[in-house]
């Protein structure tokens, strides 16, 4: 097969967007298996900011990323994305190139502790605010659970007015597929 599944599809765009010495954020940390991927894309001389709300999410991504001998590289914050404008230093500000969301709950986790319409747009406002212009934010969008369809509605509502002198909108995703399959909604920054 020739099309890029949602997951692969996600990492390419994401490894053209970040370079060896970009600053980029993992605004759901989970297991921290974005955040690894992200660590490794940035070098020594990059950034990587990592969020989650649930502490032992945090706690499995520091020890993941511990055993890869990373840890110079990235620093994890037990508290929602939508705080990000206020941990991330503001000597990175304008100067985001990355982001990555992977929506819903944690596999093997609490399933009733979802990301939200109202934070996760928050936290996509704050990023446009703080990337530099053609920075990208990948949200793949799970939508299959309790909360997951008002989610989805609501980002693709919020997507859809963004004004195109703001950033440009891609959604990928595969219309004949069955149970809810993912998708992804790409923000490039103008
Ligand atoms: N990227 C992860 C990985 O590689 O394993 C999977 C992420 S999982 C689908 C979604 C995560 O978002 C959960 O761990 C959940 O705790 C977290 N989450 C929910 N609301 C959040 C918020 N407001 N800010 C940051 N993380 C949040």
Redesign the pocket.
């Known amino acids: 097969m020739y099309l890029d599944q949602i997951l692969p599809f996600a990492k390419n765009v994401l490894e053209k967007a970040i370079k060896k010495g970009s600053i980029v954020v ?9 955040t690894l991927f992200l660590a490794n894309l940035v070098g020594e001389t990059g950034k990587v900011y990592g ?4 502490e032992h ?1 945090v706690i499995a991504s520091n020890e993941r990323i511990h055993q890869h001998k990373l840890s110079n590289r990235v620093t994890l914050f037990n508290c ?3 705080n990000l404008n206020q941990v991330i230093p503001v000597e990175h500000h304008g100067k985001i190139t990355g982001a990555i969301f ?6 093997g ?1 609490d399933k009733t ?4 319409p109202n ?1 996760t747009i928050a936290a996509v406002e704050q990023l446009l605010e703080i990337m530099v212009p053609t920075g990208i934010i990948v949200l793949v969008i ?1 939508h299959g659970h309790p909360g997951g369809a008002e989610e989805r509605d609501s980002l693709l509502h919020f997507c859809k007015q963004i004004e195109q002198k703001t950033a440009q909108v891609l959604q990928y995703q595969f219309i004949n597929q069955k149970n809810h399959s993912p998708f992804i909604l790409v923000i490039e920054k103008s």
Do not use: M, R, S
């Not at 969020?51 to 649930?54: A, K, L, N, R």
């Not at 992977?102 to 596999?107: A, D, I, V």
């Open positions: 993992d605004a759901t940390l989970g297991n921290g298996y974005d969020f989650d709300i649930q999410a929602g994305h939508e992977n929506l819903g709950y944690l596999p986790g502790i979802v990301t939200k934070t799970y």
